[in-house]
């Protein structure tokens, strides 16, 4: 969501607008060469699959892997190895809809896991909701009205102190300002979003693999980019936003400080995530 923009792809082209149009057609596209790509190369089945958006989201995990072997694939990065007693594969599936739809339908025909699950951050959608909470949703939305049912019950009668299992909502926008995540939530009456769940429970649905979300709450309701941030994000090319910040670089030196704050609130928040994966590793 919006602290993954600000930290890992803070001068990244906005390519989210130009495939908000065609997202629907894409995941519908890798879905159905799912049975095509049986004829491809094929790779051992994995006991459990991890799909992140970037390396920083998957960092928690990534450092507690054992023999991890790394590989560029086509369509996403690769981190192979052992974790909590099981052969696992992690992949950085990339920040945009189509990317995402490509990477989990090349990780379903290659690995063959026996489960997938959505991991990462994600945004409250009320003030409730606070940095640090747990999503496990039993429900996913995305904002073309379709609902998946989803999710892998924790065996205890009692929620857990933190742990969210209300509907999850996935959109294609970073939600930068209170205002556009009042107005999500307000249109789905949910108090929690994400960028990918949406899409990985799709591909999961028409390729009949066992799915799950588990996210952490990375950022709150009020929280905005430092005025820095948002000044490179509203220019439009790779040139404008670097002279931007360079420009910060020299008059704005309080603003860079936080956002490597940012940055060390992330990794913070990516080993907390990997905690809770553990627990529910562990029970699979």
């Known amino acids: 969501m919006l602290i993954r923009y600000l930290v890992a792809n803070m001068l990244k082209s906005q390519a989210q607008e130009a495939v908000r149009s065609k ?3 894409a995941v519908t596209d ?13 790779m051992p089945a994995c006991e459990l699959a ?17 023999g991890v072997i790394s590989t560029q694939c086509a369509s996403f990065v690769e981190h ?6 099981m052969d696992i594969i992690v992949i950085e599936a990339g920040d945009t809809w189509r990317q995402v739809a490509r990477a989990v339908t090349d990780l379903i025909n290659m690995h ?13 959608l009320s003030k409730r ?105 509203k220019q439009g090319s790779f040139a404008a936003k670097f002279g931007a ?6 008059s704005q030196a309080s603003q860079l400080k936080e956002m490597w704050d940012l940055n060390n609130e992330a990794y913070k928040s990516s080993e907390r995530l990997s905690g809770f994966l553990a627990g529910v590793v562990r029970q699979l």
Request: hydrophobic share 40%; glycine share 6%.
């Open 50 to 66: 991890m799909v992140f958006a970037n390396s920083l989201e998957a960092s928690g995990v990534v450092d507690q892997m054992e």
């Open 112 to 124: 063959h896991p026996s489960w997938v699950i959505s991991a990462g951050f994600a945004s409250s």
């Open 30 to 42: 890798q879905a159905r060469n799912i049975a095509e790509m049986k004829q491809g190369r094929e």
């Open 80 to 85: 192979a190895g052992r974790w909590q007693g």
């Open 129 to 233: 909701v606070r940095k640090g909470m747990i999503v496990m949703p039993n429900v996913i939305r995305d904002v073309k009205g379709r609902e998946l049912q989803v999710g892998f019950q924790l065996g205890e009668s009692k929620p857990q102190a933190g742990l969210l299992t209300d509907d999850l909502v996935s959109t294609p926008e970073v939600l930068t300002t209170p205002a556009k995540r009042k107005e999500l939530a307000s249109q789905f009456k949910t108090e929690v979003a994400d960028m990918e769940s949406a899409v990985v429970a799709e591909i999961c649905r028409q390729a009949r693999q066992r799915c799950m979300a588990i996210r952490i709450v990375a950022e709150e309701f009020d929280d905005q980019p430092p005025e820095l941030m948002s000044r490179i994000m």
């Open 245 to 250: 910040f360079s420009k910060g670089l020299f």
């Open 23 to 25: 997202v629907e057609q």
